[in-house]
């Protein structure tokens, strides 16, 4: 008896601790919305869910009602048989048909309502993201700025996203704000939301379509931020500060490895060289990485010990990363080469390498 009794209650033992994890204020909780879309999905989830109440009540209401009205007192007796009554029959017919309406008027007026395509006026804010294996590119053709992983969007505008990949099939997800949307080969997608006025903040969000390899790893920030330091950041984006030379040695020689290691045959650096464009287009593009909070897709903050543990070794960090390792594993140079590399990196778009350390340790959720 104590082990049918320790049986049953291993399960709900076990999981507890997964229960305790969930939480309605989470930093990717659908339950704490902070843009139209999100918030539409929300309002008709918790539609349903309040609408499921009733039914549970009452299933479970007349299931223990039967259960100790019509239990089996003598051993001899059969119950009364209700098989085919028309009543029970009609009732049980009408009411979820009831219920299926409730639901599905909502839903369709949802659909209806997100998926009306939007023409794009000059007010709003137009972002082209493509999905590759394991990162996101985000495009502003208005502003002529390109960067990866971390989507500025000022608060209280309507976005439009167009999403398309350059592989495999993705999704856009932020659960705080919207999606799901795929990313599909050849295919534009659409996604539009308005942003909260008073919706600043970090916001994560992450790919939501199995897409081999690092899939788990494909995550991003949105950065959403009153208009005028948006203004800021584009305008900070449009002129890349070229650094050809540098004061602090380390962030000069890690300048010069950029080139002698290679990363410039896969990266674009638009602090690099005036004018001169690197990389090809299925690699982040690196230009005022200075900039980001994050490094390896939102993975790590962007402190330069993180971004010279990635340089050193993407694999160790994102397993099945598309980046290689630049050193032999032997190679004594390499943790003092990789920390250069992250020094010059960091240093793009700043005026010294200490603001995104700064604005990495602000930006927690
Ligand atoms: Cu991209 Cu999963």
């Known amino acids: 008896m104590p082990m049918r009794w320790l049986r049953r209650a291993l399960p709900v033992a076990f999981l507890a601790p997964l229960l305790a994890g969930c939480s309605l204020d989470g930093?990717?909780?659908?339950?704490?919305?902070?843009?139209?879309?999100?918030?539409?999905?929300h309002g008709l989830f918790m539609w349903t869910w309040y609408l499921s109440i009733p039914v549970m009540v009452g299933v479970f209401g007349v299931l223990f009602y039967v259960l100790f009205k019509y239990r089996r007192r003598r051993d001899d007796e059969m119950p009364d048989q209700s098989h085919g009554n028309p009543m029970t029959e009609v009732i049980l017919t009408i009411v979820p048909i009831i219920i299926v309406i409730m639901v599905a008027v909502p839903s369709v007026r949802s659909i209806f309502r997100t998926q009306t395509v939007v023409q794009a006026t000059s007010d709003d804010v137009v972002i082209h993201v493509t999905g590759y294996q394991w990162w996101w590119k985000f495009d502003y053709p208005q502003y002529g700025v390109t960067t990866a992983?971390?989507?500025?969007?000022?608060?209280?505008?309507?976005?439009?996203?167009?999403?398309?990949s350059g592989d495999v099939v993705h999704a856009f997800w932020a659960p705080r704000l919207a999606g799901k949307v795929d990313l599909i080969?050849?295919?534009?997608?659409?996604?539009?939301?308005?942003?909260?006025?008073?919706?600043?903040?970090?916001?994560?969000?992450?790919?939501?379509?199995?897409?081999?390899?690092?899939?788990?790893?494909?995550?991003?920030?949105?950065?959403?931020?009153?208009q005028d330091e948006f203004d800021d950041w584009v305008a900070e984006f449009q002129q890349p500060a070229v650094v050809t030379t540098a004061t602090d040695p380390l962030i000069a020689q890690g300048r010069q490895l950029v080139a002698s290691k290679g990363c410039i045959g896969c990266h674009n650096i638009g602090n690099y060289s005036e004018g001169v464009k690197f990389g090809q287009p299925q690699y982040p593009d690196l230009t005022n990485f200075g900039l980001r909070h994050t490094v390896g897709a939102a993975i790590l903050d962007a402190t330069p010990e993180n971004v010279a543990t990635w340089i050193r070794d993407p694999q160790e960090v994102k397993p099945g990363a598309r980046m290689p390792t630049l050193w032999q594993a032997n190679d004594p140079n390499r943790d003092q080469e990789a920390a250069a590399i992250a020094a010059y990196l960091l240093s793009l778009g700043v005026e010294d390498g200490t603001q995104a350390l700064a604005q990495a340790s602000t930006g927690g959720n």
């Open 185 to 226: 080969p050849n295919q534009d997608n659409r996604l539009w939301f308005d942003t909260d006025p008073d919706g600043t903040g970090i916001f994560t969000g992450q790919c939501a379509e199995l897409c081999l390899g690092a899939h788990a790893y494909m995550r991003f920030r949105i950065v959403v931020s009153e």
């Open 149 to 164: 992983n971390e989507m500025h969007i000022p608060a209280g505008k309507r976005v439009i996203l167009q999403l398309n």
């Open 27 to 41: 930093v990717q909780s659908i339950m704490s919305p902070a843009a139209s879309i999100a918030r539409e999905q």
